[in-house]
C-alpha cells in the first residue's frame, strides 16, 4: 500500500500567490514524522521542513507552513507569496520507527512539480 | 552549518565495473539513509544505519553492499555495474528522529 500520496504531478501558480501542496500518508505507528523537501533541476535535495506526530503545533519556516491534520493523516505544505525561484519538484516524505533500537527509514511520495508563472 | 558531504558529486564507470559512494554525516548525527533515485522517479530507499550498525534494507541488490565506519562515514559498494544502475545516489543523515538532512548526491552514469 502507498505509503506516501502526493496526487497532484503537476502544478502551475502565478507569481506571489500562494500555493497548497497536497500529501496524504498511511501508518499505524504512533510516533512518526512527516518531511518536505524541494528538488530544484540541479538534483540537490532541500529539507524544507518537519513536523512530528506528537507536535502540537503546525511547523513553519518562513515562507513554508505545513498544515498538519493528524485526524485526516494529511500534511499539506503551504508557499505563501510564491517566487520564481520556488520553481522545482516537491517531495513529501514520512519517517516510521521501525524497531525498537530505534531504526527508522524515510518513504518518498512520488512528488509535485511546482513552476511558477511570472 | 555543516552539511552531508557525498563524494564523488559525479561519476562515470563502464558496465561490470565497481563503484564507491562516500557519505559524511553531519557531526553527532546517529542515523545514516542511502537512497537511490532514478531519472523523473521518486528517492528508494537502499539501506540505513543507526549508531553504526544496519538497520534497515530497502530494494538494495544484492550487487550492492554498505557499511557505516567507527568515525560514522558511509560507503555504498556497488559491484558488476548495470545500466540501470544509473541514477543520482543520495545519502541522508539524521539525529534523534528529528530532520533529516541530504548530501548533494552522487550522478553515476554507467556506459
Known amino acids: 500500500a502507498q505509503k506516501i500520496t502526493q496526487t497532484q504531478p503537476g502544478m502551475f501558480v502565478q507569481e506571489k500567490e500562494a500555493v497548497t501542496l497536497d500529501c496524504t500518508y498511511d501508518t499505524s505507528d504512533p510516533s512518526y514524522g512527516l518531511f518536505w523537501y524541494k528538488q530544484p533541476s540541479s538534483g540537490e535535495m532541500i529539507f524544507l521542513i518537519y513536523q512530528g506526530s506528537y507536535d502540537q503545533q503546525n511547523a513553519t519556516e518562513g515562507r513554508y507552513s505545513l498544515n498538519f491534520q493528524k485526524a485526516r493523516k494529511s500534511a499539506n505544505l503551504v508557499i505563501s507569496a510564491s517566487q520564481l525561484g520556488d520553481s522545482a519538484m516537491y517531495f513529501c516524505?514520512?519517517?516510521?520507527?521501525?524497531?525498537?533500537?530505534?531504526?527508522?527509514?524515510?518513504?518518498f511520495g512520488t512528488g509535485t512539480r511546482l513552476t511558477i508563472i511570472p | 552549518a555543516a552539511g552531508v558531504i557525498q563524494s564523488p558529486r559525479h561519476l562515470i564507470k563502464e558496465k561490470r565495473e565497481t563503484a564507491t559512494l562516500k557519505c559524511y554525516p553531519i557531526?553527532?548525527?546517529?542515523?545514516v539513509y542511502w537512497y537511490q533515485q532514478g531519472p523523473g522517479q521518486d528517492p528508494q530507499f537502499l539501506i540505513s544505519?543507526?549508531?553504526?550498525?544496519?538497520?534497515d534494507k530497502g530494494s538494495i541488490p544484492d550487487r550492492f553492499s554498505a557499511q557505516q565506519f567507527s568515525d560514522y562515514h558511509s560507503e555504498l559498494n556497488m559491484s558488476s555495474l548495470e545500466l540501470g544502475d544509473s541514477a543520482l545516489y543520495f545519502c541522508?543523515?539524521?539525529?534523534?528522529?528529528?530532520?533529516?538532512?541530504f548530501g548533494q548526491g552522487t550522478r553515476l552514469t554507467v556506459v
Open positions: 557531526p553527532r548525527h546517529d542515523t
Open positions: 516524505a514520512m519517517r516510521e520507527v521501525i524497531s525498537n533500537f530505534g531504526n527508522e527509514k524515510l518513504t
Open positions: 541522508a543523515s539524521s539525529f534523534t528522529s528529528r530532520e533529516a538532512f
Open positions: 544505519f543507526y549508531e553504526k550498525m544496519q538497520s
